[in-house]
């Protein structure tokens, strides 16, 4: 397995950007699907965006789509979150989550590490 720590989170505008970062530390990081999560006070969560393994094929939840971007760096054990064009409705506590060799549409199901997460949250 490896152990995630997010990074980047904070107080935003509504409108401006943020970008999260995730590093992951263990072994195999390539091989790990990458994927980003949410939970907003009184709501379950959400899966918000996730990259794949092999082709590093992206995914994205309806409610991101267009605003958000999930990246990663495999030389740096990293995956990023760009997300721009922030809405109050985006203000939650955002966790990566990693998948061995899964795909990005099913990291939801059984991802295999979870970071701590980080606070966003977006003033309007």
């Known amino acids: 397995q490896v152990q995630l720590v997010e990074s980047g989170g904070g107080l935003a505008q509504a409108g401006g950007s943020l970008q999260l970062s995730c590093v992951a530390s263990g072994r195999n990081f390539n091989w790990y699907t990458m994927g980003w999560f949410r939970r907003a006070p009184g709501n379950e969560r959400e899966f918000v965006a996730a990259?794949?393994?092999?082709?590093?094929?992206?995914y994205y939840a309806d409610s991101v789509k267009g605003r958000f971007i999930i990246s990663r760096d495999n030389t740096k054990n990293t995956v990023y979150l760009q997300m721009n064009s922030l809405k109050s409705e985006d203000t939650a506590v955002y966790s990566c989550?990693?998948?061995?060799?899964?795909?990005?549409?099913?990291?939801?199901?059984?991802?295999?590490?979870w970071g701590q997460g980080t606070q966003v949250t977006v003033s309007s």
């Open positions: 989550a990693a998948a061995y060799m899964s795909t990005p549409q099913t990291i939801s199901t059984a991802p295999d590490s």
């Open positions: 990259v794949g393994w092999s082709s590093g094929g992206t």
